[in-house]
């Protein structure tokens, strides 16, 4: 699915996935993206460390998001 959008789509997908205010539903509503598409795409265009420490982050917010309501 990542090799039919675009390099624009692409940019915006990933500043959306590095973003803490937007979910991975939100990046499915608008480009119709997967969980797994969007972790995918990350790993090919970040650096090694960039996407653990994206991972990580992205782990550690879905745990505290729950606690938020």
Known sequence: MTSTISET???EIIEMALSD??????????YGLQEK?????MRESLKEGSY????????DFS???KFYK
């Open 37 to 41: 598409d969007v972790k995918k795409l």
């Open 9 to 11: 789509e692409k940019s």
């Open 21 to 30: 205010h937007v979910g991975f539903e939100d990046i499915r509503g608008l």
């Open 63 to 65: 745990d505290r998001r």
């Open 52 to 59: 653990k420490a994206w991972r990580k982050r992205v782990r």
